[in-house]
């Protein structure tokens, strides 16, 4: 049997008694840290993507039905003939510089300026995913609307005196279809969902229709 110090109960009193908590601690919870892998993409289709496939129906019946229905066909033809002949009055030098000012988003430069920029966004985002997937968009649009004019070689109105650079068929106007193109694309790669994309669709729209007046003027 061996005697106690007071070292041993001193030892003893540091081993059993718990080191004091301060009234300062913060409980954290834990997180879990992410994988890195890409979120999945959504299963359901919105409104937005509804309307967009009844538009892209709507357009493809309407142009199955005009290069396959003679009513149909000419119908267009006196529509096409009426439009623009109602814009040849009104036709002055000022407004003409300002239809070609409104238009410029149409011309080869325009589009090449808007689409190179949204291409220049992504590569410094370094958004690798979107920028394939706006240069596959795009090249698959061209195409289609390619092939469509091949089909449908939509003549141009006659007595109606073309001020700008028009070498192409009436419909569909390809221009036009690769500006919308453009737009979509650039809206949707850089734009994140919810209400500023909302407001940004307004804007393409806008953009669209005054660029379709231009022309038509």
């Known amino acids: 049997m061996t005697a106690s110090t007071p070292f041993d109960a001193g030892a003893r009193d540091d081993h059993q008694s718990p080191a004091p908590v301060s009234s300062t601690a913060i409980r954290v919870r834990r997180r879990r840290r992410p994988s890195g892998e890409p979120p999945p993409l959504p299963r359901q289709l919105q409104a937005s993507g509804r309307r967009w496939l009844l538009l892209v129906g709507v357009v493809v019946v309407a142009g199955v039905a005009i ?36 238009g410029v988003l149409s011309t080869s430069l325009g ?31 061209t195409l289609v609307i390619s092939l469509a004019v ?10 109606v005196e073309a001020l700008g ?4 068929f009436a419909l569909p106007s390809l221009p036009m279809g690769i500006l919308t193109a453009i737009l979509v694309i650039g809206l949707y790669a850089l734009v ?12 393409v729209a806008g953009l669209l229709g005054v660029t379709a007046l231009s022309r038509f003027y």
């Open 67 to 102: 290069g396959t229905v003679q009513p149909v066909a000419v119908a267009v033809d006196v529509t096409d003939h009426a439009v623009l002949s109602a814009f040849v009055p009104i036709r002055t030098p000022w407004l003409t510089q300002a239809a070609r000012a409104a």
């Open 111 to 141: 589009m090449l300026a808007v689409w190179w920029a949204t291409l220049a966004v992504l590569l410094i985002w370094r958004r690798w995913r979107h920028l394939l997937v706006s240069a596959v968009a795009l090249f698959a649009v």
């Open 150 to 159: 091949d089909m449908l070689r939509r003549p141009r109105p006659l007595g």
């Open 165 to 168: 650079d028009w070498n192409e």
């Open 192 to 203: 994140p969902a919810g209400r500023l994309r909302e407001r940004g669709k307004l804007v």
